[in-house]
């Protein structure tokens, strides 16, 4: 869900300017997945501009303050949450923990790092929504410790359909800066794709997997 249109926009020129996000619909990067896609997106770029972290952090410490409330706890989501996470949580004045994406192999075998008591309201950060999965197993992991999760914010989302269900399925509210409609709006506003362009990203963000095979044959 996004909260303000012109936050959204802005959130997106940002990314594109810094190369955060790359679009190159003739030339796809290729995911772990094995999809072919014609964007690529690297949120902790952010994270080399002080400006941009700011307003990063700043505006995603007001949706949750609005919408949730303050939390108890800020838990980012690695490894890309981390660093952001840890911004909001100083920001917000509360404890910072992490989630990792397995256990961790070794001494105390831990998937959440950091102290955390049970009953706490916690509010999830991630830095970029795909399918889902990874987002929602860290938000599995925190109930499992006992945690209340309030919901969860992000930098962006591709708008993936899968996400949206599984975020429903598991009743977990979702907010994001910006998103794949808004960043095309400001990619074609800003010259960054032509309206040739437009029409072919939204086409694989409307079924990615398809596009692969549509596209490389």
């Known amino acids: 869900m996004i909260k303000n249109k012109d936050t959204a926009k802005k959130t997106a020129e940002l990314l594109l300017q810094i190369k955060a996000i790359k679009l190159h619909p003739e030339a796809p990067f290729t995911w772990a997945s094995g999809w072919k896609s014609p964007i690529y997106c690297d949120n902790r770029v952010t994270l080399s501009y002080p400006s941009i972290r700011t307003y990063l952090r700043e505006n995603l410490a007001k949706i949750i303050e609005e919408e949730f409330g303050k939390p108890d706890v800020i838990a980012g989501v690695a490894t890309g949450?981390?660093?952001?996470?840890?911004?909001?949580?100083?920001?917000?004045?509360?404890?910072?923990?992490?989630?990792?994406?397995?256990?961790?192999?070794?001494?105390?075998?831990?998937?959440?790092?950091?102290?955390?008591?049970?009953?706490?309201?916690?509010?999830?950060?991630?830095?970029?929504?795909?399918?889902g999965k990874s987002s929602l197993n860290a938000v599995k992991a925190l109930k499992e410790e006992g945690a209340i999760v309030k919901g969860m914010v992000a930098i962006f989302s591709y708008g993936f359909e899968i996400a949206q269900k599984k975020f429903e399925k598991e009743n977990v509210d979702l907010y994001t800066l910006s998103n794949y409609k808004y960043l095309l709006e400001q990619a074609l506003d800003s010259g960054f794709i032509s309206e040739k362009e437009v029409g072919e990203l939204e086409e694989w963000r409307n079924n990615p997997s398809e596009w692969t095979l549509t596209k490389t044959s």
């Open 81 to 131: 949450a981390i660093a952001l996470g840890v911004l909001i949580a100083q920001h917000l004045n509360v404890p910072f923990v992490y989630v990792r994406p397995e256990v961790k192999k070794h001494g105390r075998k831990n998937k959440i790092e950091g102290y955390l008591e049970k009953n706490k309201r916690v509010v999830v950060v991630e830095d970029l929504i795909s399918t």
